[in-house]
């Protein structure tokens, strides 16, 4: 078992690299941007941690269930006359075990001493910037769009194929998912854009599409957000990898087929503003 010293040593060294955390609301993208960063040398990108879906609830839970023993524990103690202390872990304490758990979590990901940025992907932590914002003051964020429309169709698709039953039993038509969905992608959406307000030097916003249309522009942008400046063939390189292992496989414009009036209405009811802000609606 390692010394907790040389645990304590290995977590300042992991959190003093540069941390890249990549979200999306879209299943789409975010693999192409990881795969494009661990194919650079000095970078090391895995995934997914699953910190704030997963680990932080369970861990928050065993915390809650902790304090409230220890305060009957101490009422007990108390009503016997004996010494007794109630006090559990703060707030601050919990934030502290957090941190901790992803640096424990990045100590494993990374073994290569030239390594000098840690990416991590996850696309459900877009929902959840300010906490890791909080808890990751030097995480720098990327975060991966693309029309709400077209991922609704994609998203439809794919629930359909992987389903059992109880998918299309929940949403038995196109338009009862596609309302649901554009209140999930504008809420994911508008979430990561305020982060990225009210933190613009460490916010970084892509498009799928634009991933596509201009590969390199948005290479060099991702390289510079992980704090590299990749020549041109090791950049042509990772591109080559991303395209390999993770290519962006979407059709723009497939809602076309899929949308009818009433359902694009009400779609565009719940992410019209949004879709003209990125761009995709004029």
Wanted: charged share 25%; hydrophobic share 40%.
């Amino acid at each position: 078992m390692d010394d907790f010293g040389d645990i304590q040593e290995q977590l300042h060294e992991v959190f003093s690299k540069r941390i890249v955390l990549i979200v999306g609301a879209t299943r789409w993208g975010t693999a192409w941007v990881q795969q494009l960063l661990d194919a650079h040398p000095k970078i090391c990108a895995k995934g997914e941690g699953h910190f704030t879906d997963v680990l932080f609830p369970k861990i928050a839970t065993a915390i809650n269930e902790y304090n409230s023993e220890g305060e009957k524990i101490g009422n007990r103690l108390q009503l016997a006359g004996l010494p007794g202390n109630a006090a559990g872990h703060t707030f601050e304490d919990v934030d502290h075990l957090l941190r901790t758990a992803i640096g424990l979590a990045f100590i494993r990901w990374q073994t290569d001493p030239a390594v000098t940025c840690i990416a991590e992907k996850t696309p459900e932590h877009v929902l959840s910037l300010n906490l890791l914002g909080r808890l990751l003051p030097e995480a720098q964020v990327i975060h991966v769009v693309r029309d709400g429309r077209d991922e609704a169709v994609s998203a439809w698709e794919f629930n359909l194929g992987i389903s059992k039953g109880d998918f299309p039993r929940q949403f038995p038509d196109f338009n009862s998912f596609a309302e649901v969905f554009g209140e999930a992608w504008n809420r994911a959406i508008g979430s990561a854009r305020q982060f990225g307000r009210e933190h613009p030097s460490r916010y970084l916003e892509i498009r799928c599409e634009d991933i596509i249309s201009d590969t390199a522009h948005q290479a060099r942008g991702i390289f510079r957000v992980a704090g590299v400046d990749p020549d041109n063939e090791i950049m042509q390189a990772c591109m080559d990898t991303a395209w390999d292992v993770s290519p962006v496989d979407i059709e723009p414009g497939i809602w076309y087929s899929t949308f009818d009036d009433v359902a694009h209405r009400s779609f565009l009811r719940k992410t019209g503003e949004l879709l003209k802000l990125l761009g995709y609606v004029s």
